[in-house]
């Protein structure tokens, strides 16, 4: 039976690790960084180097095929990938496994000559973790990029898109180009970390992903007064650190009590506002984060934030604007591509279970355009977005191995 | 009777305030910065054209002085002082008004040729409000200074005090040479507004400091754990932010419930790591500034947040670590100086009541080793170290006259 190389995958993740990689271990690669750039310039030469095509697309996104010129040629793409950019002090797997698993699947299949009906291709997406716009790149391919925004759309640290794109080569305002034509793609399967501890602790060593969380992003500010910190009472001071402390504590409990069990929040970017010891902070901002499998609760959440956020103000004696950034609907996995994906799990011999991914991911944006399936391999620990995360390599080559079977099913 | 030109002193006000100057109003004029310097050099012109000896010692301060060779000559001097930096966003008359009203008493007094036994100096510390360590000029000026933490101080910014002083063509290393003889100063007169809405709502013109505050800040750093904010399930999560937002909220509680009525406290500086908006904060990390005129009561507030940090740390499962920044005693005036304050007012005859300082004062310092005592006039709606911060005109012109015959009594 056909399988892949564990070995020349395991070294090709080693050697992708080392671009931006930490002293510790662990990655920080944010998308369009010099880093970045140099991985996907090795990228490119590995797709080249292992007989594929290979090619760049307006907003970045690195592609590898065989058996196709390119997008909307006679006949559709079974398309896999995922993306090769990190959070700061990331892991190694996360998106770079999916890349060059798909990668990997292809190179073997190339060189076993195995017959497929339909052209196979890889994708490494720009930004998924949202440097600049979470999504990006697969925003773009899919059509639902919102070319009016690219202008405003900026890192937290100010840097804008365009001009980290320009760095890098490329006139963000082109990104719309990358749009797949109709009909291109006939499937999408991504191979992923789960990211959370639910197949470790189950014992399964496959997870088949039956829908994606939508996510929502919110900027939440309270904004009060500044004044001095030792001669202003206590009782007349408009706090605008304290007000955002109090909303995130409540927020918090709010979402786990009335987020049916599988809604999550997070406030991970938080900004005080003149930030001096000896002035009461007169603004604080949150980055509101809202997670969920269903999109009626996730409606209702944040629906419920909202008037949290005017009790807070209004019992603090503060202003407060809600501002959203970004917000995904829940998307649902293809029940064509999750047979296929569970078809390659009984050739193989491996156990499989239906989950839904608490993580966003490319692959809901596919959703959108083709038939989408996601593959879960164990995370050790459940441990995500840190430079310790990690899976075992006997469970890195399952989950290709289901991939190439996946994929071969669907191309047939 | 002898009396300052409130013109006069009015328009080196409105010159001090276009140093830094901001275009909606107020002042950002932090020390050694370049509009520091520059109003460094302007304050040290209009000494010297006013007539008066002037200099600078090593830590920065400036002086200005009638009738003296520097300190430790034959006759202690009587001082009178303030400061010219300001808080980012700060107002006009923050500090610039003790120094710019010193240096008109000195003016007035030596052009009416007016009989003092001792000689008479003004001075403007360095970097009162504290952007590389608090009150520093005057704990030079006193002996009070750390000279082994000068290496280590920085501003939040992370530039280094060292640096920041040597751009100003100073070595930070030789503060410690501005040190004052024993005895060099008879007494120490600071005339400032009160930064608070006491005097103001009691429809009294001239405050008498019988205390000022002690100051401690300390550094709080709740330490979790990153973790993926979609993929982590909520109860195991170990976010330092949010035991950070957990503590502030009972600490200021705490300080309000335990602090005797005189106590306050603030969280000014907040920092939250990594500080991206899908990764649960890994660190939460507050400045804590707790004040307080009483030095017992402050000890035990401090002895209690040490155990609510702990608390908290131990119920959401992450670490905190307290590290001290600073901590000044409150500090007591002198009576012999709140008579020649008293018997000024009772002179020009102002209406006055003693009453604690709420903010820390150059004054402080000066307390250790002279007999010092501070005159309040009322803040507008009690608003400090805000862009509308503002006295009358009417109100400065009677504090500078209070200062005026203070002065005269302390020296005659």
Same mark, same amino acid.
């Given at each position: 039976?056909?399988?892949?190389?564990?070995?020349?995958?395991?070294?090709?993740?080693?050697?992708?690790?080392?671009?931006?990689?930490?002293?510790?271990?662990?990655?920080?690669?944010?998308?369009?960084?010099?880093?970045?750039?140099?991985?996907?310039?090795?990228?490119?030469?590995?797709?080249?180097?292992?007989?594929?095509?290979?090619?760049?697309?307006?907003?970045?996104?690195?592609?590898?095929?065989?058996?196709?010129?390119?997008?909307?040629?006679?006949?559709?793409?079974?398309?896999?990938?995922?993306?090769?950019?990190?959070?700061?002090?990331?892991?190694?797997?996360?998106?770079?496994?999916?890349?060059?698993?798909?990668?990997?699947?292809?190179?073997?299949?190339?060189?076993?000559?195995?017959?497929?009906?339909?052209?196979?291709?890889?994708?490494?997406?720009?930004?998924?973790?949202?440097?600049?716009?979470?999504?990006?790149?697969?925003?773009?391919?899919?059509?639902?990029?919102?070319?009016?925004?690219?202008?405003?759309?900026?890192?937290?640290?100010?840097?804008?898109?365009?001009? @980290?794109?320009? *760095?890098?080569?490329?006139?963000?305002? +082109?990104?719309?180009? !990358?749009? =797949? /034509? $109709?009909?291109?793609?006939?499937?999408?399967?991504?191979?992923?970390?789960?990211?959370?501890?639910?197949?470790?602790?189950?014992?399964?060593?496959?997870?088949?992903?039956?829908?994606?969380?939508?996510?929502?992003?919110?900027?939440?500010?309270?904004?009060?007064?500044?004044?001095?910190?030792?001669?202003?009472?206590?009782?007349?001071?408009?706090?605008?650190?304290?007000?955002?402390?109090?909303?995130?504590?409540?927020?918090?409990?709010?979402?786990?009590?009335?987020?049916?069990?599988?809604?999550?929040?997070?406030?991970?970017?938080?900004?005080?506002?003149?930030?001096?010891?000896?002035?009461?902070?007169?603004?604080?901002?949150?980055?509101?984060?809202?997670?969920?499998?269903?999109?009626?609760?996730?409606?209702?959440?944040?629906?419920?934030?909202?008037?949290?956020?005017?009790?807070? @103000?209004?019992? *603090?004696?503060?202003?407060?604007?809600? +501002?959203?950034?970004? !917000?995904? =609907? /829940? $998307?649902?996995?293809?029940?064509?591509?999750?047979?296929?994906?569970?078809?390659?799990?009984?050739?193989?011999?491996?156990?499989?279970?239906?989950?839904?991914?608490?993580?966003?991911?490319?692959?809901?944006?596919?959703?959108?355009?083709?038939?989408?399936?996601?593959?879960?391999?164990?995370?050790?620990?459940?441990?995500?977005?840190?430079?310790?995360?990690?899976?075992?390599?006997?469970?890195?080559?399952?989950?290709?191995?289901?991939?190439?079977?996946?994929?071969?099913?669907?191309?047939?």
């Amino acid at each position: 039976m056909i399988a892949i190389d564990p070995a020349r995958l395991r070294s090709r993740v080693e050697t992708l690790a080392r671009f931006g990689g930490l002293p510790g271990g662990g990655v920080t690669r944010p998308c369009w960084s010099p880093p970045y750039e140099e991985a996907r310039a090795w990228l490119l030469g590995e797709i080249r180097a292992a007989g594929l095509e290979a090619w760049v697309d307006p907003a970045g996104n690195v592609f590898g095929a065989t058996g196709m010129g390119g997008f909307g040629a006679e006949r559709p793409a079974v398309l896999t990938g995922s993306h090769i950019d990190t959070v700061p002090e990331g892991g190694i797997l996360d998106g770079a496994l999916g890349v060059l698993a798909g990668l990997e699947v292809l190179q073997t299949i190339r060189e076993a000559k195995t017959a497929h009906r339909l052209p196979l291709a890889v994708a490494a997406w720009s930004d998924e973790e949202g440097r600049y716009g979470s999504l990006f790149g697969s925003r773009a391919f899919c059509g639902t990029l919102d070319l009016l925004r690219v202008e405003e759309m900026a890192a937290v640290d100010g840097e804008r898109l365009v001009d @980290a794109m320009a *760095r890098a080569g490329f006139d963000a305002r +082109r990104s719309g180009e !990358a749009k =797949a /034509p $109709a009909g291109a793609v006939a499937a999408y399967v991504e191979l992923h970390i789960e990211q959370g501890p639910r197949l470790e602790e189950a014992g399964i060593p496959i997870g088949v992903v039956d829908s994606i969380v939508g996510v929502r992003r919110s900027r939440v500010v309270f904004t009060g007064q500044a004044d001095h910190a030792g001669t202003t009472p206590m009782e007349r001071r408009r706090d605008g650190f304290l007000a955002a402390a109090d909303y995130a504590l409540k927020a918090r409990d709010l979402v786990v009590k009335h987020g049916g069990g599988r809604s999550v929040t997070n406030f991970g970017v938080v900004h005080v506002h003149p930030g001096v010891s000896n002035i009461v902070p007169a603004r604080g901002e949150l980055v509101h984060e809202m997670r969920g499998p269903d999109a009626k609760t996730l409606e209702a959440l944040a629906r419920r934030c909202a008037s949290l956020a005017s009790r807070v @103000a209004r019992r *603090r004696g503060v202003g407060v604007e809600l +501002r959203p950034m970004s !917000a995904t =609907a /829940p $998307a649902l996995c293809a029940e064509r591509v999750q047979a296929a994906i569970e078809g390659a799990c009984a050739t193989l011999g491996l156990g499989s279970t239906r989950l839904y991914s608490a993580a966003g991911h490319d692959a809901q944006n596919l959703a959108a355009i083709t038939d989408a399936g996601m593959i879960f391999i164990p995370s050790k620990g459940g441990r995500s977005h840190r430079v310790d995360e990690m899976s075992d390599w006997d469970a890195i080559a399952r989950g290709a191995n289901v991939l190439l079977h996946a994929l071969l099913a669907l191309a047939a």
